[in-house]
T-cell receptor
Framework: NAGVTQTPKFQVLKTGQSMTLQCAQD?????MYWYRQDPGMGLRLIYY?????TTDKGEVPNGYNVSRLNKREFSLRLESAAPSQTSVYFC??????WGSGSGRGNEQFFGPGTRLTVL | DQQVKQNSPSLSVQEGRISILNCDYT??????FLWYKKYPAEGPTFLIS?????DKNEDGRFTVFLNKSAKHLSLHIVPSQPGDSAVYFC??????????????FGTGTRLQVTL
């Protein structure tokens, strides 16, 4: 049981290059998320997918696109990387269900992160 | 606008003593709160949570207290151990909306437990 896995662990890009960050979870969770962590800023939500087939913007979506490929996989794409996108990116998943209202399943489980540098 | 605030960037505590990490929030609609622990070069790991219908939740050495009127929560670690040295993030969510559990994180407090 690997939990949440992310690839790659490290990446260096030049301004204008594109890349896709991959994320997969084996916990059969419905919801998946992409965050970025910057010094002094905590974790900020980029995009999320409440369930397979749906995606929505989070707090800082500009410059990113996502794909919920299936229930297990949620990828984050940078079409034209900018130095401002230098950050550590975390993928997460949770068993949250739309409308369940119980409060349980709010816990998100995080991957190990991808450290991205854009020169 | 920072809706979840951790005003202490760092905290140093002696081994065996109590560590108290604080978190304030501004959105009174938040109804579920979580603490995460993060070691360097790893993803955050879930530690403990509390629903807004409670004011205390315990799990072993970790206790979270919620004061809704003050919009304040705290994490108590007793006794503190060197392995507790990490960055601790407070997070809050709006579960009542029925959407995925979007979390709003604080900026983190770095805890150092000294021998």
């Amino acid at each position: 049981n690997a939990g949440v896995t992310q690839t790659p662990k490290f990446q260096v890009l030049k301004t204008g290059q594109s890349m896709t960050l991959q994320c997969a979870q084996d916990m059969n969770h419905n919801s998946m998320y992409w965050y970025r962590q910057d010094p002094g800023m905590g974790l900020r939500l980029i995009y999320y997918s409440a369930s397979e087939g749906t995606t929505d913007k989070g707090e800082v979506p500009n410059g990113y696109n996502v794909s919920r490929l299936n229930k297990r996989e949620f990828s984050l794409r940078l079409e034209s990387a900018a130095p401002s996108q230098t950050s550590v990116y975390f993928c997460a998943s949770s068993e949250a269900r739309w409308g369940s209202g119980s409060g349980r399943g709010n816990e998100q489980f995080f991957g190990p992160g991808t450290r991205l540098t854009v020169l | 606008d920072q809706q979840v605030k951790q005003n202490s960037p760092s905290l140093s505590v002696q081994e065996g003593r109590i560590s108290i990490l604080n978190c304030d929030y501004t959105n009174s609609m938040f109804d579920y709160f979580l603490w995460y622990k993060k070691y360097p070069a790893e993803g955050p790991t879930f530690l403990i949570s509390i629903s807004s219908i409670k004011d205390k939740n315990e799990d072993g050495r970790f206790t979270v207290f919620l004061n809704k009127s003050a919009k304040h929560l705290s994490l108590h670690i007793v006794p503190s151990q060197p392995g507790d040295s990490a960055v601790y993030f407070c997070a809050a969510s709006l579960w009542w909306t029925g959407t995925a559990s979007k979390l709003t994180f604080g900026t983190g407090t770095r805890l150092q437990v000294t021998l």
